[in-house]
T-cell receptor, first 114, second 112 residues
């Protein structure tokens, strides 16, 4: 199994531009999570999906952030317009539904907004 | 609400030293508890877990015991190696959704 796949691995963009991060979960997993990691705020859960349906988006910082999961094998996190304070590493993780199940993390996308 | 508190880092040890990273939690119900590890430039990966009181999770020489009476899940290793240098996260999930609540992470640096 290839694990959770994220693209791009690195993204450098200018303030005001739209950024789209992509995630392919592990096949068969029905829960998907988007996290953001910064030195200042640590690891934050932004949103998560069960069976492609958003369950909790209370961690999404602003309306500039949106996430979709059109099918079981693909999810996007979009920032429009981007700002320098959005610079962070964004992780996607997937798991089988259920509180005891391990989350498998992707390698992350390092976003730099200039 | 539910929360996890870890000891402040960084923790710096010499190779073969004994490691303890403290973790305490607050949760309603009966959470499952996890330790995740993040090596430089990588995503998090599960190190060990425990799903009920008095369970001991273990992996790669690391151990942690689910202590309900003290609401703790301290991570221990008897003899650390340079390759153990990483950031360690304690986490819990208290619902069937699988949503994890993480501690702030503890950086471990092991020197030869």
């Amino acid at each position: 199994d290839a694990g959770v796949i994220q693209s791009p691995r690195h993204e450098v963009t200018e303030m005001g531009q739209e950024v789209t991060l992509r995630c392919k979960p592990i096949s068969g997993h029905n829960s998907l999570f988007w996290y953001r990691q910064t030195m200042m705020r640590g690891l934050e859960l932004l949103i998560y999906f069960n069976n492609n349906v958003p369950i909790d988006d209370s961690g999404m910082p602003e309306d500039r952030f949106s996430a979709k999961m059109p099918n079981a094998s693909f999810s996007t996190l979009k920032i429009q317009p981007s700002e320098p304070r959005d610079s962070a590493v964004y992780f996607c993780a997937s798991s089988l539904a259920g509180g005891q199940n391990e989350q498998f993390f992707g390698p992350g996308t390092r976003l730099t907004v200039l | 609400g539910d929360s996890v508190t870890q000891m402040e880092g960084p923790v710096t040890l010499s190779e073969e030293a004994f490691l303890t990273i403290n973790c305490t939690y607050t949760a309603t119900g009966y959470p499952s508890l996890f330790w995740y590890v993040q090596y430089p430039g990588e995503g998090l990966q599960l190190l060990l877990k425990a799903t009920k009181a008095d369970d001991k999770g273990s992996n790669k020489g690391f151990e942690a015991t689910y202590r309900k009476e003290t609401t703790s899940f301290h991570l221990e290793k008897g003899s650390v190696q340079v390759s153990d240098s990483a950031v360690y996260f304690c986490a819990l999930t208290a619902s069937n959704t699988g949503k994890l609540i993480f501690g702030q992470g503890t950086t471990l640096q092991v020197k030869p």
